[in-house]
């Protein structure tokens, strides 16, 4: 397989708090990021040549369709340069970054913006509910509870089902989805851009509401407005993340056995990357639920299968531990904007690696792993993309 350049780097990243912003546009925040990612970056808006736009639901949410990015960008003076617009469910925002990548590694640009903005909250939450209902393949779809789409987003029942399959064939159990779930919460406590700041002990997160057996509403990523970006070149700057990896995939076929897309994306990665799960000092993935994130460990190689449980137990993924995970608190507790999660966490690992995260550093860090999940076909993920960062 032929690599394209590995020069590129991330110069500069931006966010805004996630959190239930009924008074914020996509405008607004996606300003707010862009701008922030720009000063970070030492640049100005004449210095971009192109943006990929991520969002997941404004047409159903707002009634935007079509040119969500324009309209967000516009008023930013960016001009007559290309803006993209990329939709793929809660991956889009990590698919706006490849795509960025991609664009700046092939040499078409030397400098480009990933912006994702979500503004999934709405007065009626039903109609926010059913807009993530629309994340699924709508003509087959999968069984879910009574209610799902209505009360609830309908991927708390898959959600459910993946913490059942970890119960029955890794050995996982309450306690450990409460442990981990509880790491989150603290760590977003010292998160200033995170939408649950409370904290919470496993105690906590095992006497909160029910929402579909056996999770607890705290064990689910909570629906957030947000905004995050990057500024991505090959410009040498003396602050500069590379970007080793980039890397998408989707579910394999019907019927064909093979990797799903979290392990088939983190597989292409490490070739890229020329590394191996061994060499990651710490990473961020996707946890809309919790159980999601305890499968996602073995999926991208960092626990073998079966280990699950030992490493929830034990603190491997706390701070402190031998493999720190969602350290700025995970979707479950920095909060879960749709197109602008996979930055987010790009955002999370960049400030990590150049030591600037506050009370959340940890030390000696140098290579970081995000992966962020989108969609869901026939029960499975629908597409995955993961990036591995390093320090230049």
Known sequence: MTLMRSDVVIRGVGMTPFGKF???????????????????????????????????????????????????????????????????????????????????????????????????????????????????????????GDGAGEDRSPFVDRQARLAQTLFGERGVTMDGLARVTSRSLENARLNPMAHRRFGGSPEDVLKARVVVDPLTVLMSSPISDGAAAAVVTRRPGDRDVRILASRLATRPPKGTAGPGAAKAAGLAAYEQAG????????????????????????????????????????????????????????????????????????????????????????????????????????????ASTVHILAGA
């Open 22 to 144: 009924l008074g914020s546009s996509m405008k607004d925040m996606g300003r707010r990021a862009a701008l922030a990612a720009l000063e970070d970056a030492g640049m100005e808006v004449g210095d971009i040549q192109a943006v990929f736009f991520a969002n997941a639901l404004a047409g159903l949410i707002t009634g935007q369709e079509s040119i969500r990015g324009e309209t967000v960008t516009y008023p930013l003076g960016f001009g007559t340069i290309p803006v993209h617009n990329v939709e793929n469910a809660c991956a889009s925002g990590g698919n706006a970054l490849h795509l960025a990548w991609l664009s700046v590694a092939s040499g078409l640009y030397d400098t480009v913006l990933a912006l994702g903005v979500e503004k999934a909250n709405h007065e009626d939450r039903a109609r926010t509910f059913r807009a993530f209902g629309a994340g699924m393949d709508v003509e087959d779809g999968f069984a879910v």
């Open 275 to 382: 590394l191996g799960p061994g060499d990651v000092d710490f990473a961020e993935v996707h946890d809309a639920s919790v159980a999601y994130e305890l499968l996602t460990w073995s999926e991208l190689g960092l626990c073998a299968p079966g280990q699950e449980e030992e490493w929830a137990m034990t603190g491997v993924t706390e701070r402190s531990g031998a493999m720190p995970v969602n350290v700025s608190g995970g979707l479950v507790g920095r909060g879960h904007a749709l197109g602008a999660s996979g930055l987010a966490q790009v955002h999370d690992i960049t400030q990590q690696i150049r030591g600037e995260a506050g009370e959340l550093q940890l030390p000696h860090v140098r290579v970081g792993l995000a992966q962020i999940g989108g969609g869901v076909i026939d029960w499975e993920t629908a």
